[in-house]
């Protein structure tokens, strides 16, 4: 016989970086829906709280300004959210920033910024969330990665290298978790209607290029022949943040309409 299991409890309460845009606000907006409580933590909060009340009226969130490459930072706001809200049994860790250039011209800095945001952000973030779920045996963490931690990439070497970082950070927690009941799991979009898919077409790319690929850097196209929108992805992130997927664990997803052929 077939138990049906509830996709979320009634104390859930979750947290989301980079919930101001893209992704991230799309996976807000969803745990929303679901009647779960949501923080939601990015660097540029400006108008959010507004557009919120917009989107969701009948939903509670906590808006928190913070950047995640500052320990004290992501401290303080997953403490403050647990204050407000209670405690966090979710977690999403969404921000990121994009970097392209090769390898000869990418600079110490441009490095050194991307790994700070997409690698060292992740570790902080879920580091902070994992301290407090551990004494209570609960909770779930999902990462957002990129297809691009997975295969190699043209002129993008710093950022595949700081998502393959996160993916085998979140993985390797998950197994120092899962013994205290914790599941973590990677899920790994590859074109995203976001901006910052837009950044890149404003530096030649266009939707055109990315459905159909480029010989000359070596990347196939997306035999969907769609690029994936926000919501895509947050559906699959929720899925995993839920006790629907309780059984899953140390798992990565790839959300590219099948681009890395997977």
Not at 176 to 205: D, F, K, Y
Request: proline share 5%; with cysteine; aromatic share 4%.
């Amino acid at each position: 016989m077939t138990t049906h299991v509830p996709r979320f409890a009634p104390d859930d309460v979750a947290l989301v970086t980079g919930g101001a845009s893209g992704i991230g606000h799309a996976v807000v907006g969803r745990l929303l829906r679901e009647g779960v409580p949501v923080a939601v933590l990015d660097r540029d909060v400006g108008g959010l709280d507004a557009r919120l009340r917009r989107e969701h009226p009948d939903g509670r969130w906590l808006v928190l300004e913070a950047d995640v490459t500052d320990e004290a930072a992501v401290t303080g706001a997953v403490d403050r959210a647990e204050a407000e809200l209670g405690p966090l049994t979710l977690g999403a860790s969404v921000a990121g920033v994009l970097g392209v250039g090769r390898v000869t011209e990418t600079s110490a800095q441009e490095w050194a910024r991307v790994l700070a945001v997409n690698a060292t952000g992740v570790f902080l973030v879920l580091r902070a969330l994992a301290r407090k779920m551990t004494p209570r045996g609960r909770g779930s963490l999902v990462t957002v990665s990129s297809n691009a931690a997975g295969i190699p990439r043209h002129g993008m070497a710093a950022y595949a290298a700081s998502k393959a970082a996160a993916t085998m950070f979140t993985k390797s927690l998950g197994l120092e978790l899962a013994p205290h009941g914790i599941r973590c799991n990677v899920v790994a979009p590859g074109s995203t209607r976001t901006p910052m898919q837009e950044a890149m077409w404003a530096q030649g790319s266009s939707v055109e290029t990315v459905l159909r690929g480029s010989l000359d850097t070596f990347r196939t196209g997306i035999p969907l022949g769609r690029l994936a929108e926000p919501g895509d992805v947050a559906e699959v992130v929720v899925f995993l943040l839920s006790d629907a997927a309780r059984h899953v664990t140390m798992a990565e997803w790839y959300v590219d309409g099948g681009a890395t052929l997977r």
